[in-house]
């Protein structure tokens, strides 16, 4: 059974990167064939996608961010990573990482990991 | 592609149905989903691909609809089935949930 946990620094000052981690354990899983997503939620308010890695490398954003996420894949480590630039108060969220293990699908979320707080202030 | 949920509230008694809408801006062909989140909780995966429930989902949740229109069901209300329920649409990124429909018994 795949389990996914987020880590990271609960605190980021305005203008500076938000960087997360998602580890991934549980079974045998090359990490380089799924696909890896990362989703936020501010407090009350409703899901947003920010945006995938699959196939080891590819990647696929959300242009609402204005080009300022990219995600990284680490298959030694078993951990994919999040990186949000010049972050203002907006980005202020509950993280979440999720996976697709369903068959025939690579982009229906039905693992996810428990989400992170990052707050952004100074 | 823009998504929209109604009602974004629902009040429901237990053992009585309900039906919760999503439409989007753009046909979706059957990459439409929907999840469950309980208070405190990640979200869950209730409704894959338009009306195939995911593993260990109860009978009572139905997914259904097509092109633009879709509905999730509960056929008989249970008090566990309270939270926000979110529908997203999986044919294009960037992918996009609809905004909530809040369940209350």
């Known amino acids: 059974q795949v389990q996914l946990q987020e880590s990271g620094p609960g605190l980021v000052k305005p203008s500076q990167t938000l960087s997360l981690t998602c580890s991934v354990s549980g079974g045998s899983i090359d990490i380089n064939n799924y696909y890896w997503t990362w989703i936020r939620q501010p407090a009350g308010k409703g899901l947003e996608w920010i945006g995938r890695i699959y196939n080891g490398g590819e990647t696929d954003y959300n242009p609402s961010l204005n080009s300022r996420a990219s995600i990284s894949v680490d298959a030694s480590k078993k951990q994919f990573s999040l990186r949000l630039t010049s972050v203002t108060a907006a980005d202020t969220a509950v993280y979440f990482c999720?996976?697709?293990?369903?068959?025939?699908?690579?982009?229906?979320?039905?693992?996810w990991g428990q989400g992170t707080m990052v707050t952004v202030s100074s | 592609i823009w998504m929209t949920q109604s009602p974004r509230s629902l009040s429901v008694t237990p053992g009585e149905p309900a039906s919760i809408s999503c439409r989007s801006s753009q046909g979706l062909l059957i990459y439409l989903d929907w999840y469950l989140q309980k208070p405190g909780q990640s979200p869950r995966l209730l409704i894959h691909s338009t009306s195939s429930r995911a593993s260990g989902v109860p009978d009572r949740f139905s997914g259904s609809g097509s092109g633009t229109d879709f509905t999730l069901t509960i056929s008989r209300v249970e008090p566990e089935d309270v939270g926000v329920y979110y529908c997203m649409q999986a044919k294009q990124t960037p992918f996009a949930f609809g905004p909530g429909t809040t369940v209350n018994i």
């Open positions: 999720a996976t697709c293990r369903i068959p025939g699908r690579t982009d229906v979320f039905d693992i």
